[in-house]
């Protein structure tokens, strides 16, 4: 099973600019459709980008233009560049792999928090 680990997290101010980052191990990640949730509290989880493993992106349309959701098969990674942060932006964000519709793993989520 894959496993997941999430990073780049932290706290930026309005404007500003962060790259997340998702390390796989276990398996190759090439085989996954990779994406990224998010989760406020008291919140539900939903979906900010995903990219298929043939590399097709869909975003949340509130993010469209300022996030990019990419992969590197050969490094086993997944980045979210995340540009022109706004508060509404600040969650917990979470990596995942699905096959299909499955979701099989998440990874344990880094904090993003936007704020002056």
């Known amino acids: 099973q894959v496993q997941l680990v999430e990073s780049g997290g932290g706290l930026v101010q309005p404007g500003g600019s962060l790259k997340l980052s998702c390390a796989a191990s276990?398996?190759?990640?090439?085989?996954?459709?990779m994406g990224w949730d998010r989760q406020a509290p008291g919140k539900q989880r939903e979906l900010v980008a995903k990219?298929?493993?043939?590399?097709?992106?869909n975003y949340k349309d509130s993010v469209k233009g300022r996030f990019t959701i990419s992969r590197d098969n050969a490094k086993n990674t997944v980045h979210l560049q995340m540009n022109s942060l706004k508060p509404e932006d600040t969650a917990v964000y979470y990596c995942?792999?699905?096959?299909?519709?499955?979701?099989?793993?998440w990874g344990q989520g880094t904090q993003v928090t936007v704020s002056s």
């Open positions: 995942y792999a699905a096959r299909a519709v499955f979701v099989i793993s």
């Open positions: 276990g398996r190759n990640i090439s085989i996954y459709d």
């Open positions: 990219i298929t493993s043939g590399g097709t992106t």
